[in-house]
């Protein structure tokens, strides 16, 4: 399967990123809404692949076209964590940013 190693090995990180947005929003009802997003999230790319590669599954587009789509999103959300994680790091070593 395509990717799907490079996807194990990230697989902590994506994992730093779920729970980094998880702690961020304040009501349970749109904190289980996220898990349930995230988790099709993580899960839409391998199970895209999946089905693009079993023959004559016309009701498997939407499927294959959001999965396709989930690992680019899921790719910059956490560059963005990653990003915004090492500029607070910078900022409270520097003493821009008093905790």
């Known amino acids: 399967m395509f990717l799907l ?3 194990l090995f ?7 990123v779920g729970f980094g947005i ?3 929003i304040p009501q349970r009802f749109f ?3 996220f898990i349930i997003f995230y988790i099709f999230l993580v899960v839409a790319f391998p199970l895209a692949e999946t089905l693009s590669h079993a023959s ?3 009701w498997a587009n939407f499927i294959m076209i959001a999965g ?5 999103l899921l790719l910059y959300l956490v560059l963005f ?4 994680d090492l500029a607070l790091g910078v900022a409270l ?3 821009i940013l008093y905790m």
């Open 5 to 7: 190693k490079e996807i």
């Open 10 to 16: 990230c697989s902590p990180l994506i994992i730093y």
């Open 22 to 24: 998880w702690k961020l």
């Open 31 to 33: 904190k289980i809404l």
């Open 56 to 58: 004559g599954m016309g």
């Open 68 to 72: 396709y789509f989930s690992l680019p």
């Open 81 to 84: 964590v990653i990003f915004v």
């Open 93 to 95: 070593l520097t003493r």
